[in-house]
């Protein structure tokens, strides 16, 4: 991963002066939204608020392009002179991510089409077909010109390709992704034997003869083979993934900058397919995008999950966070604004988990066009604003704790397991209740791990997970034989791991494995259960009191299950509803390690509780934290930085010993360190 090249150019500034890295810190700039003479007022003002790193040019295609194959440039040369001019560098796009009119209306079959045959229109963005020869050889063809113009600016150090892949466009259901469809298909599968076999097409009379019967997965009147609707979500991922691989080698082929695409967090699910996992071996840094859900009271836990699981894409090195909001949205059903404080602590969220530079969408609120009620750095109000104050603080917050820079994070001994074909298979129609989500089983564990302030790392399970003491398992609905296999030998050396409901039911066509569930997980957790128990909505099953370190009167949603142990101890049984009498928690000691399972959906405080217990088993040491209080560790061998940020309305008072990098200069050094109410603290150990 090459983030730390960005981030020492940006230490070295324009003069190429010896320096140590500093934090990325700036946002989207759309200069062409704008008169000339604004430019120049952005300019001063990223100088005053310490910006060092602008993204431009995402969605210039129609200005730079304005007809096929003429560029425009002189706009754009003098956009990136005036940045130069004052120091600050460029995250240049090559501005593939939103077509021209001009582009759309010559070629209309490069347009996506629905499910359910709808042709999509033009007018927003990202109106393409991946598949479409006539959009890839466009893309090109601009990433080339955009390249050759401005590999040797000196503005440039990093590149941008696209913008959020697949964001709007995807899965797209037309005959040119049918016919790459099919040659995917032929490339995976060799025969139709094996096709028909992996998709067990003997049900429902889907027997296939001929390759050119298959088509997408479009709207059927039924439930359309779920093996078909995994194998699209397989093959959009990486038909994009040919998109983006092109402009990337283009970028290698003519430039010498790392390269990246901004990725979307969480919402990579069945309806948004791409493999970040896979997308990740391909770039030279990982960046992501990050907008809080206003309404959830926990959303701040929500950041911090995706901030883990961005690291895990990373490989634990250094990322970037290319877009988040300095207060509202525009999309959300409300559009909540951020309260006093909340713009740093969500920044400094990021960067205690790995980030290394903290961009937003955008630098200036537009005016006009669908975005012109999303905040900015500068917003409608100008300088004269909460925001624009707050986000120079953060500039300043930034550059006092720079020493981070590069740094890892340390201290996460958990891995939380996320594999993509796992949460694809795992959000198919059809399954035994729409409330089980693996994205959300996903988050209560973490979050449980987040109020006891053990740091946790989102993995694959094809990552090396040797060093753990815990692996937790959430919903892994499709798990390969090798995963289960490694999964076993890192217990039998004296792993622990948890495994939760609805975990290795299905391999990766989508069979099950019978014989009992948890069907791969069977053995190393010593449980075999005959039937899902799912609850009504809203409802709750009872378990019985006093196991696994639970306070009395836990209660599962959203499942249960029928069945028996063959071996585990029974740590907690469901005493309600159809599952009672049956295990509802158990732990099954295997080689030198243990193996939990856990047959329902907890809420806190009780699966806080059992993940406490399971945690001290497996050496760890949770912390007595207040609620919506945070800590995180960076390190580099020598030093320590400890984050605590504060995101309760109590002020806080931990016993860390250090200087407090963002404390007043006549109080830095600190036996104990005091935290405000919505504050943040970065205390620098040695
Ligand atoms: C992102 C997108 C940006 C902007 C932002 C608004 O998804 O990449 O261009 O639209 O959302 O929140």
Request: charged share 20%; glycine share 8%.
């Amino acid at each position: 991963m090459r983030m730390n090249e960005v981030t020492a150019a940006l230490g070295r500034g324009p003069a190429g002066d010896p320096g140590a890295p500093v934090f990325a810190f700036g946002g989207d700039y759309n200069p062409e939204q704008w008169p000339e003479e604004v430019w120049h007022q952005d300019v001063a003002l990223m100088c005053e608020a310490g910006v060092n790193l602008v993204s431009v040019g995402i969605f210039s295609w129609a200005l730079i392009e304005r007809e096929e194959g003429v560029y425009t440039f002189d706009w754009l040369d003098r956009v990136l002179d005036l940045l130069h001019e004052n120091g600050i560098f460029v995250d240049l796009a090559d501005a593939t991510a939103s077509p021209p009119p001009w582009f759309s209306h010559r070629y209309p079959e490069s347009l996506p089409v629905t499910a359910d045959g709808v042709r999509l229109g033009y007018g927003s963005r990202q109106a393409f077909c991946a598949s479409s020869a006539d959009y890839r050889r466009a893309a090109a063809s601009l990433t080339r010109a955009i390249v050759e113009r401005y590999a040797e600016h000196p503005a440039v150090v990093m590149w941008h390709v696209h913008n959020e892949y697949g964001c709007h466009n995807q899965p797209c259901y037309c005959d040119a992704s049918a016919a790459a469809f099919r040659r995917w298909l032929r490339e995976r599968y060799e025969t139709l034997d094996a096709l028909n076999a992996a998709w067990a097409t003997a049900f429902w009379s889907q027997h296939y003869t001929d390759w050119a019967q298959i088509t997408p997965p479009r709207r059927s009147g039924a439930q359309i083979n779920p093996t078909q609707q995994l194998d699209f979500a397989r093959f959009s991922s990486d038909e994009l993934l040919e998109c983006c691989r092109a402009e990337v080698a283009i970028i290698h082929e003519l430039a010498s900058q790392p390269v990246t695409t901004n990725f979307m967090g969480f919402n990579m699910g069945l309806n948004q397919p791409v493999d970040y996992w896979r997308w990740a071996d391909e770039l030279d840094l990982i960046s992501n995008d990050h907008y809080l859900a206003a309404e959830d009271e926990r959303n701040f836990q929500e950041l911090a999950m995706t901030a883990d699981l961005t690291r895990g894409w990373a490989g634990g090195e250094p990322w970037l966070l290319m877009e988040h909001s300095t207060s509202a949205v525009n999309w959300q059903p409300r559009n909540l604004a951020k309260a006093p404080g909340e713009l740093l602590r969500n920044s400094l969220q990021h960067a205690a988990r790995g980030a290394d530079g903290i961009l937003f969408f955008q630098w200036r609120q537009s005016a006009a066009g669908a975005e012109k009620f999303h905040s900015a750095l500068v917003p409608h109000a100008g300088t004269d604003s909460a925001v624009w104050r707050e986000a120079v603080e953060l500039g300043h917050a930034l550059q006092s704790i720079r020493e981070v820079v590069g740094s890892p994070v340390v201290d996460a001994r958990v891995a939380i397991l996320h594999d993509t074909d796992a949460r694809w298979a795992s959000e198919i129609d059809s399954h035994p209740s729409v409330d089980a989500s693996n994205r959300a089983e996903t988050r209560r564990w973490h979050d449980a791990f987040y109020r006891l302030g053990i740091s946790t790392d989102i993995r694959r399970s094809t990552d090396e997970l040797g060093g753990y003491a815990l692996v937790v398992v959430p919903m892994q609905y499709l798990v390969t034989d090798a995963a289960a296999e490694r999964l076993r030998a890192y217990v039998d050396a004296g792993g622990h791991v948890v495994v939760t409901y609805f975990s290795g039911i299905v391999d990766e066509n989508d069979r099950v494995r019978t014989g009992g569930y948890p069907g791969a997980f069977r053995e190393l957790l010593g449980v075999r259960m005959e039937q899902f128990v799912p609850l009504r909505a809203g409802g709750t099953v009872s378990l019985s009191d006093g196991a696994a370190g639970m306070s009395d009167g836990a209660t599962g949603i959203i499942w249960s299950e029928q069945g028996r142990s063959t071996g585990a101890q029974v740590l907690a049984t469901f005493t309600s509803g159809v599952a009672a009498g049956s295990p509802a928690i158990t732990r099954n000691d295997v080689g030198d390690g243990r193996a939990y399972y856990v047959a329902t959906a907890l809420q806190h405080p009780h699966l806080t509780e059992l993940a406490a217990s399971i945690a001290r088993e497996a050496g760890l040491e949770p912390l007595e934290l207040p609620d919506g209080v945070e800590v995180t560790r960076r390190g580099d061998g020598e030093r320590t930085w400890t984050f605590v940020i504060n995101h309760s309305d109590q002020a806080v008072e931990l016993p860390i010993a250090g200087i407090d990098l963002l404390g007043a200069a006549d109080a830095r050094a600190t036996e104990a360190v005091r935290v405000a109410q919505g504050g943040v603290a970065v205390v620098r150990s040695s």
